[in-house]
């Protein structure tokens, strides 16, 4: 398996424009979860799906963020507009099993909004 | 291909005992580690971090022991208290910007 795949991996966007990542989870694994890490606030958990409907999302910092799971194999997380804030890196991850909380993590997202 | 692996998904230890993650990595040019420590259905927090030019750093019950040679890390925490039982995370980087992340491994520890 090829594990998570992230697209891009690399973002610069201009503040005001829509951003939108994208997000393969390993085959068979049932949990998908939305990361956002800066240096400053570290990992923290935007997001997370099962069987492709979103659970919790209390970590989306406000309206401007959307994430979608149209299906088992494919999500976004959208940003409109995006604004220099935004800029960290995304990671998505997904799991087998929450109860174990075995997570794999794809490669990141580097957004910059300038 | 997993750079950083963390090969025991899961972990019981009796509480007063040392508990022992451990953490493998596969590029040489990481130099900075950081451990994150997640809580069922929360986000994962920051515990410790180690730079490369450290061999070990330690924050109160948390130490993080860094062995460049092994590209293996491991955390200890003494003594284990029932409020450590959570996922431990551990992440690498070679420029400080983008962080490879291993699996996790699952800690109980038994009152």
């Known amino acids: 398996d090829a594990g998570v795949i992230q697209s891009p991996r690399h973002e610069v966007t201009e503040m005001g424009q829509e951003v939108t990542l994208r997000c393969k989870p390993i085959s068979g694994h049932d949990y998908l979860f939305w990361y956002r890490q800066t240096m400053m606030r570290g990992l923290e958990l935007l997001i997370y799906f099962n069987n492709n409907v979103p659970i919790d999302d209390s970590g989306m910092p406000e309206d401007r963020f959307s994430a979608k799971m149209p299906n088992a194999s494919f999500s976004t997380l959208k940003i409109q507009p995006s604004e220099p804030r935004d800029s960290a890196v995304y990671f998505c991850?997904?799991?087998?099993?929450?109860?174990?909380?075995?997570?794999?993590f794809g490669p990141g997202t580097r957004l910059t909004v300038l | 291909d997993q750079q950083v692996k963390q090969n025991s998904p899961s972990l019981s230890v009796q509480e007063g005992r040392i508990s022992i993650l451990n953490c493998d990595y596969t590029n040489s040019m990481f130099d900075y580690f950081l451990w994150y420590k997640k809580y069922p259905a929360e986000g994962p927090t920051f515990l410790i971090s180690?730079?490369?030019?450290?061999d070990k750093n330690e924050d109160g019950r948390f130490t993080v022991f860094l062995n460049k040679s092994a590209k293996h890390l491991s955390l200890h925490i003494v003594p284990s208290q029932p409020g450590d039982s959570a996922v431990y995370f551990c992440a690498a980087s070679d420029d400080g910007n983008q962080f490879y992340f291993g699996t996790g491994t699952s800690l109980t520890v038994i009152p």
């Open positions: 991850a997904s799991s087998s099993d929450i109860s174990t909380d075995t997570q794999y």
């Open positions: 180690i730079s490369s030019i450290k």
